[in-house]
């Protein structure tokens, strides 16, 4: 890996760390992220030329942990809160001479109080998450753009506002207890699943996968698990991503090409994570009579994990799920998954007929994944020259430099898949 790797596969993993902790000495998102970016920015100045140190984190560290000590000394007009920070970091310096056990040091619940906080009721929903996506996945505005299907400036305007916003009304930096942790998870939940989203297909760039965003996504639903074992829904979140990642392996080829899922070698899958997945599911059904919208997606997870074949598909049970999300958690891609689901248990007229629905829908406007479901369904019914004009309509709205490429290939035999 070359040295620019290195320094983007740190940022990826230590950005949120490190911001979770100067957030709790601080009590400002906007200014823990800036100096966090600030440190960064140095490691990309400095270790090209003197070599990556042996511990990267707690370079960062106690650079940031510096630039943060800096930025207070220069403050001219110094309030009751700043002096409490100083005494705050005056209390850190002698309590942990050794700059590495500062990383060591509730992480996790670092980590946990940041997302929470980002998930604030004082903000709107749709700036707790991309606030959280932000500040926990280290995704650019595009990438969330992507994930919110909204343009990239209208995510850098929520973005704004919501550090203003928090920063304003001096939101305690804490884990919520009670009704009021009940209240923000399914926000919580939502950003952790955009975040292992944007890992397992990439906005853009030549890599169909990020493994690093989905293992931090993974890292925070395990952390979440363990904070509250008796919620379904975030058991049913955790299963879903662990069945979802259990086929990486399979997901491309040697070349780093996508193989999609009826294609793919299932003895690639891992197995420890499909059991680890399908535990997690049951324990779950075993605290709710009604499933919820996560618990529900790991039932259709657990339908494509259990067919030892693409063939042994159970393709009705996975509509009904899909019938039942739509029910719990009305959205435009859980309909386009019904489609395909319709599509592979009672032929694809029934299929596209479903798709051809979402025509209208705006928020799928500048999406690929409609024009995607409906190539391949028109391959399937034999109508060739229209399922060509959709993949590669398809093709052109997608950012990611392999997918853009699969389409393409479809373009130019439009073969139905399995």
């Not at 601080?26 to 003197?50: K, T, Y």
């Not at 904070?227 to 990486?248: D, I, K, N, T, W």
């Not at 209208?360 to 406007?365: A, C, D, Y």
């Amino acid at each position: 890996m070359t040295t620019a790797g290195a320094i983007e596969a740190v940022w990826r993993i230590e950005q949120p760390k490190l911001a979770a902790r100067l957030n709790r000495l601080l009590r400002d998102i906007g200014l823990a992220e800036e100096i966090a970016q600030d440190a960064f920015v140095l490691a990309l100045e400095r270790w090209p030329r003197d070599g990556i140190p042996r511990n990267p984190a707690a370079w960062l560290t106690r650079i940031a942990k510096n630039r943060a000590l800096d930025r207070l000394r220069r403050t001219t007009l110094i309030d009751g809160k700043h002096r409490e920070l100083a005494i705050d970091f005056a209390a850190l310096e002698r309590e942990t001479p050794d700059i590495e056990s500062m990383l060591d040091e509730d992480m996790d619940d670092d980590l946990l109080r940041l997302i929470f906080t980002a998930c604030h009721p004082v903000l709107p929903a749709e700036q707790r998450a991309a606030l959280a996506l932000r500040l926990l996945g280290g995704l650019s505005t595009q990438e969330i753009g992507r994930a919110f299907l909204l343009p990239e400036t209208t995510i850098a305007q929520r973005i704004v506002r919501a550090k203003r916003t928090l920063r304003d009304a001096e939101i305690a930096f804490e884990t919520p207890r009670g009704e009021e942790r009940r209240e923000r998870l399914a926000v919580v939940l939502e950003v952790v699943y955009l975040i292992f989203n944007e890992g397992y297909v990439a906005t853009e760039g030549p890599h169909w996968l990020r493994t690093d965003l989905c293992g931090e996504a993974l890292r925070l639903g395990r952390s979440l698990a363990a904070l509250m074992p008796q919620e379904p829904e975030v058991l049913g979140l955790l299963a879903l991503m662990e069945l979802h990642a259990s086929r990486f392996a399979a997901r491309v080829d040697g070349a780093g090409n996508p193989t999609l899922l009826l294609d793919q070698d299932r003895s690639r899958w891992n197995w420890s994570l499909i059991r680890s997945g399908l535990d997690g599911l049951a324990r779950a059904m075993l605290l709710t009579p009604m499933p919820g919208p996560y618990l529900l997606q790991a039932m259709i997870a657990a339908c494509h994990s259990r067919a030892v074949t693409a063939a042994d598909t159970d393709w009705i049970a996975i509509a009904a799920c899909y019938q039942a999300l739509i029910v719990a958690a009305p959205s435009p891609i859980a309909e386009i998954n019904r489609a395909v689901a319709v599509g592979m248990a009672f032929g694809a007229a029934q299929g596209l007929a479903v798709a051809d629905t979402l025509a209208g829908e705006p928020r799928l406007k500048g999406s690929h994944l409609l024009p995607t479901v409906r190539g391949d369904l028109l391959a399937k019914l034999g109508r060739v020259a229209e399922a060509s004009a959709e993949f590669r309509r398809a093709a052109e709205l997608t950012g990611n430099e392999k997918e853009r490429a699969l389409l393409l290939a479809r373009a130019e035999a439009p073969v139905s898949q399995p």
